[in-house]
Nanobody, 115 residues
Framework: QVQVVESGGGLVQPGGSLRLSCVASGSTFRAYTMGWYRQAPGKQRELVAVIISGGTPRYGDSVKGRFTISRDNAKNTVYLQMNSLKPEDTAVYYC?????????WGQGTQVTVSS
């Protein structure tokens, strides 16, 4: 069982920035595929970004050029740097771990973009 814990959400004004962090347990973090997803009220959960060790990150169309995913394997942590935030980025953001055909989710962190 992999434990997944997100942090860093909050309230930010349009055009502002936030950085989310996600720590995953386990000694094989380097082998994990790590992703960020989000779910707004009344909408389906959607991919924000995903990263594998040594691979090219992949982004959802709505966040390309504004968000950056990165990982620090020494700290078992993945980050999501969010810039130029828009009200439509408001959602609960979830961290996901995929490893050996199993998928693990964090509890989510709320991001609200509003003036």
């Amino acid at each position: 069982q992999v434990q997944v814990v997100e942090s860093g959400g909050g309230l930010v004004q349009p055009g502002g920035s936030l950085r989310l962090s996600c720590v995953a347990s386990g000694s094989t973090f380097r082998a994990y595929t790590m992703g960020w997803y989000r779910q707004a009220p009344g909408k389906q959960r959607e991919l924000v970004a995903v990263i594998i060790s040594g691979g090219t990150p992949r982004y959802g169309d709505s966040v390309k050029g504004r968000f950056t995913i990165s990982r620090d394997n020494a700290k078992n942590t993945v980050y999501l740097q969010m810039n130029s935030l828009k009200p439509e980025d408001t959602a609960v953001y979830y961290c996901n771990v995929n490893h050996l055909l199993s998928s693990y989710w964090g509890q989510g962190t709320q991001v609200t973009v509003s003036s």
